[in-house]
Antibody
Framework: QVQLMQSGAEVKKPGSSVKVSCKAS????????INWVRQAPGQGLEWMGR????????NYAQKFQGRVTITADKSTSTAYMELSSLRSEDTAVYYC?????????????WGQGTLVTVSS | DIVMTQFPDSLAVSLGERATINCKSS????????????LAWYQQKRGQPPKLLIS???TRESGVPDRFSGSGSGTDFTLTISSLQAEDVAVYYC???????????FGQGTELEIK
């Protein structure tokens, strides 16, 4: 059974950085893409970027270019999303989601989400 | 970026009745080489992560009740729930996964309630 287990909630100061982890079970890291999607309170879903762990290949939404870094540690089957220069608008639930083999952006399994609160 | 627009923003339907949610993309998400529409529908219940319901515009995921169906092609898509059940109360999102490496954009969501 595919599971994506994310790290716990974080409270950060404006201007700081946050790093969220996503540990995958099964064969996810050898075959699939990991996407990162966020959801501000009461808002919709926003795709941030992705990584193909096998190749360490990344793509980022232009909105987050320069502020987000997605990495993967194949030895522990864990992906990471680091967001820097945090501001209050970055307060959101951050999800990792597995992209299917057929289409990297089709998210067939999701982590439970990590709430990141940015507040002074 | 491909812009996804859903309508209506919210919808109230009686139990047992049909619910229809529409999604329009700013450009075609039909890939001509394989004749597949790169369009998914997700269901998000309160306090939960999204769940993939339908991929390729019309392929129901394993375990999804057959009252859920997807249709459409190119730029216009529809999610239909044939007979609304109480457990279907949720926000529904469409998403295009056509554009690579540009963002895989979502619609703004449609909130479905019981009338």
């Amino acid at each position: 059974q595919v599971q994506l287990m994310q790290s716990g909630a974080e409270v950060k100061k404006p201007g700081s950085s946050v790093k969220v982890s996503c540990k995958a079970s099964g064969d996810t890291f050898n075959t699939y893409t990991i996407n990162w999607v966020r959801q501000a309170p009461g808002q919709g879903l926003e795709w941030m970027g992705r990584i193909i762990p096998f190749f360490h290949n990344t793509n980022y939404a232009q909105k987050f270019q320069g502020r987000v870094t997605i990495t993967a540690d194949k030895s522990t089957s864990t992906a990471y999303m680091e967001l820097s220069s945090l501001r209050s608008e970055d307060t959101a639930v951050y999800y990792c989601a597995r992209g299917s083999v057929e289409a990297a952006g089709m998210c067939d399994h999701w982590g439970q989400g990590t709430l990141v609160t940015v507040s002074s | 970026d491909i812009v996804m627009t859903q309508f209506p923003d919210s919808l109230a339907v009686s139990l047992g009745e049909r619910a229809t949610i529409n999604c329009k993309s700013s450009q075609s998400v039909l890939y001509s080489s394989n004749n597949k529409n790169y369009l998914a529908w997700y269901q998000q219940k309160r306090g939960q992560p999204p769940k993939l319901l339908i991929s390729w515009a019309s392929t129901r995921e394993s375990g999804v009740p057959d009252r859920f169906s997807g249709s459409g092609s190119g730029t216009d898509f529809t999610l239909t729930i044939s007979s609304l059940q109480a457990e279907d109360v949720a926000v529904y999102y469409c998403q295009q996964y056509y554009s690579t490496p540009d963002p895989y954009t979502f619609g703004q969501g449609t909130e479905l309630e019981i009338k």
